[in-house]
C-alpha cells in the first residue's frame, strides 16, 4: 500500500496527498473509504463508503478532495507549508481539516485505487458511542469555521444552517441523542 501511494505522489510535485481504498476489516468486499468528499453544505463523507470494491485493474486513480487519514500519505513539502494536524480536534474530521487547507493552499491530492488497506472503522471510539458523536459535532462546525472560503458563506449558508439544524433535531429525536448538540455548543464556546 505504502509503495502503491509513494508512486502516485511521484508523478506531480503539487500533489501534497494520496488516498488509498480502505476496505472494511469485517467486510473486506466493500469499500470503507476511497477519500474525502465535500459538499456545498460543508458536509464531509467518506467517498464511495458502502460500495463493493471494484477490479482494481480497471479503476484509474483520480484527484479528489482529500484522504481519510486511516491511511494516507502526506507530503513533507505541504505539512511543512501549512501544518499538520490541528490538535484541538483530537479526533474525527482533523483529517477534512488537514485536505481543506492544503486545498485552500493549492496542493491536490490523488486516489490510488491500488493501495488496498483493510481497516477497522470506528476502532478508536465505536460506532455512534457518544463521545463520537460529540467529537464529530464540535469538529464539524470548526471544519467550517476555519475553512469555507468567505465568499462562499454568503450563498451557502442557509445550505449550512439548515442541514446541521435538521442534523440536531433528527439526533435528538429519533436517537434521543444529545451528543452531537453538546458538541456544536462545545465548538460555539470554543470558537
Not at 492544503?102 to 458511542?129: D, F, I, K, M
Not at 462546525?141 to 451557502?156: D, E, F, Q, S, V
Request: proline share 5%; aromatic share 12%.
Amino acid at each position: 500500500c505504502l509503495a502503491e501511494l509513494a508512486t502516485g505522489m511521484e508523478k506531480n510535485p503539487t500533489i501534497g496527498m494520496c488516498a488509498s481504498k480502505m476496505l472494511f476489516q469485517e467486510e473486506q468486499k466493500t469499500i470503507n473509504s476511497a477519500g474525502i468528499s465535500v459538499d456545498r453544505a460543508g458536509i464531509a463523507w467518506d467517498r464511495r463508503g458502502g460500495e463493493p470494491e471494484d477490479d482494481d485493474r480497471t479503476e484509474q486513480p483520480e484527484e479528489i478532495f482529500g484522504p481519510c487519514a486511516g491511511a494516507a500519505l502526506y507530503r513533507r513539502k505541504m505539512l511543512e507549508e501549512i501544518g499538520f494536524f490541528d490538535e484541538d480536534f483530537f479526533a474525527y474530521m482533523e483529517d477534512v481539516d488537514l485536505a481543506w487547507r492544503a486545498q485552500l493552499a493549492g496542493w491536490r491530492c490523488l486516489y490510488v485505487p491500488t493501495a488496498r488497506v483493510y481497516h477497522a472503522h470506528s476502532a478508536t471510539a465505536g460506532e455512534g458511542s457518544p463521545f463520537k458523536n460529540q467529537l464529530k459535532g464540535r469538529n464539524k462546525l470548526w471544519t467550517i469555521a476555519k475553512n469555507y472560503p468567505w465568499p462562499h458563506w454568503l450563498c451557502y449558508l442557509p445550505a449550512i444552517l439548515f442541514y446541521d439544524l435538521a442534523a440536531v433535531v433528527y439526533s435528538l429525536v429519533v436517537r434521543r441523542d444529545f451528543n452531537p448538540l453538546r458538541g456544536r455548543l462545545e465548538a460555539l464556546g470554543g470558537l
